[in-house]
């Protein structure tokens, strides 16, 4: 009888044997920078493959060689990593930053043009605007708000049509929750590619972890990610991934293998130990993001809340949400009445929860996007995407929800005395 088991149900073990390590029920650290061959042609022919001199053979596996090329503890999470995606290969890195900078320069050489999605990550925003125009590389930002028709405009108004060979877009985008149409997105790459020249679709998609949406069902080449936020979900530990289809996959890892930026065996470990719990965190943190919202919504000294789970039909981004994601997601940011001084008011005043950058984790945190993460995005542009004074972002961690109700409401009720006494 078939039965196809689900991501969930393979993370305790998929992609690894006990016969590799004494019947160690757990894949070990393999803590070890070279491997030995067996014979000189072993090692020939491991050489072959990872150099892309030959292809590989039907029933032949890649053979270890060095911890910059592979590694068990990579591969084996990489393999568990395409269980949720659908892809076809992963690769992981030491950082989210290294997974996106490796994109960027892998699929962009000088005189191309990039099309981005307006707002990104400030660290892809600085590597974006300050670092590529540098390498000769044209960028274009655009909005959530932006038509398919102003988007081809756009890159033709440009006279660079047949230069632009990456559309980069983070969706949901971190801190307002503005979403992108990556169907709209796939059907522009479409427009301007030619046989030889294809326009690659690269996705964030850390905001919604591996559960929640899944960019490559919708149209994307490459998926993102920061697996330091729900992938690796403790806060202990920075990493990044890119999975993906095939041919592009294999030019990712092969700029890997040069940049020497993987994630190292111990990363490796650590993730896969992540990804057993990634499921129950997950949905816990998505359960109790909702409460938050709902309680924020209903507090007088809070403004607008951001959060996914709350799109209704007729607002920009319903039909996004319903066609491209499964929930509503463990993030949410509200705008407090006031301005920089009542949200500090609220971040100082917070006793549970932690006031850190960073998201996905176990234990909820709170920033201040416009003086934090975004910090350094041009203001004018904070301004348009709504990154403003009195704006919160929070990311809901597995705690208790009654506790977190509580911390958020005595914190809120810090900001309303601030303000009745100011009056
Ligand atoms: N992408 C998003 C959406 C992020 O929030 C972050 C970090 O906060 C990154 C990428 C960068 O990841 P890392 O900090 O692992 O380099």
């Known amino acids: 009888?078939?039965?196809?088991?689900?991501?969930?149900?393979?993370?305790?073990?998929?992609?690894?044997?006990?016969?590799?390590?004494?019947?160690?029920?757990?894949?070990?650290?393999?803590?070890?920078?070279?491997?030995?061959?067996?014979?000189?042609?072993?090692?020939?022919?491991?050489?072959?493959?990872?150099?892309?001199?030959?292809?590989?053979?039907?029933?032949?596996?890649?053979?270890?060689?060095?911890?910059?090329?592979?590694?068990?503890?990579?591969?084996?999470?990489?393999?568990?990593?395409?269980?949720?995606?659908?892809?076809?290969?992963?690769?992981?890195?030491?950082?989210?930053?290294?997974?996106?900078?490796?994109?960027?320069?892998?699929?962009?050489?000088?005189?191309?043009?990039?099309?981005?999605?307006?707002?990104?990550?400030?660290?892809?925003?600085?590597?974006?605007?300050?670092?590529?125009?540098?390498?000769?590389?044209?960028?274009?930002?655009?909005?959530?708000?932006?038509?398919?028709?102003?988007?081809?405009?756009?890159?033709?108004?440009?006279?660079k049509s047949a230069r632009l060979k990456l559309i980069y877009v983070e969706t949901p985008a971190n801190p307002t929750n503005a979403l992108f149409d990556l169907e709209l997105c796939r059907r522009v790459a479409d427009h301007f590619s030619s046989a030889e020249e294809p326009v690659t679709v690269a996705v964030d998609n850390t905001y919604m972890g591996p559960l929640w949406q899944h960019p490559l069902a919708h149209g994307a080449d490459l998926v993102v990610y920061s697996a330091t936020k729900y992938i690796g979900g403790h806060s202990d530990v920075i990493a990044g991934a890119v999975l993906g289809k095939k041919d592009r996959m294999q030019r990712i890892k092969a700029l890997r293998t040069f940049l020497g930026n993987m994630a190292s065996p111990h990363t490796g470990w650590l993730l896969m130990r992540s990804l057993e719990t990634l499921h129950l965190r997950m949905n816990r943190q998505a359960e109790n993001a909702r409460a938050v919202a709902d309680f924020l919504r209903d507090h007088p000294v809070v403004e607008k809340v951001h959060y996914l789970g709350h799109l209704q039909p007729g607002d920009p981004g319903y039909d996004i949400f319903q066609r491209q994601l499964k929930a509503g997601g463990a993030m949410v940011a509200f705008d407090v009445r006031g301005g920089e001084r009542e949200a500090f008011a609220f971040l100082n005043g917070l006793a549970l929860v932690k006031l850190a950058v960073s998201l996905g984790g176990t234990e909820s945190l709170a920033q201040h996007p416009a003086t934090m993460t975004h910090a350094g995005v041009e203001p004018a542009l904070r301004e348009r995407m709504g990154i403003t004074g009195k704006m919160v972002r929070l990311s809901v961690g597995v705690e208790h929800v009654q506790d977190l109700l509580w911390d958020l409401g005595q914190a809120l009720e810090k900001v309303d005395a601030g303000q009745k006494i100011r009056d």
Request: hydrophobic letters at 40%.
């Open 1 to 159: 009888m078939q039965h196809s088991f689900r991501p969930e149900s393979l993370m305790m073990g998929y992609g690894y044997h006990p016969e590799w390590s004494e019947g160690a029920l757990k894949c070990p650290i393999f803590q070890t920078s070279t491997f030995v061959f067996n014979s000189a042609e072993q090692g020939k022919a491991f050489f072959e493959v990872a150099y892309g001199l030959r292809e590989q053979g039907p029933q032949e596996v890649p053979g270890l060689i060095y911890s910059r090329l592979n590694n068990p503890d990579l591969e084996v999470l990489e393999d568990r990593l395409c269980l949720w995606d659908q892809a076809d290969q992963a690769a992981v890195f030491e950082s989210g930053m290294a997974a996106i900078a490796t994109v960027l320069l892998e699929f962009l050489s000088q005189g191309d043009l990039l099309l981005y999605s307006n707002p990104v990550y400030g660290g892809t925003d600085h590597f974006i605007t300050q670092f590529l125009p540098r390498m000769g590389v044209e960028v274009l930002g655009f909005f959530p708000d932006t038509t398919e028709e102003e988007l081809i405009q756009m890159v033709e108004a440009t006279g």
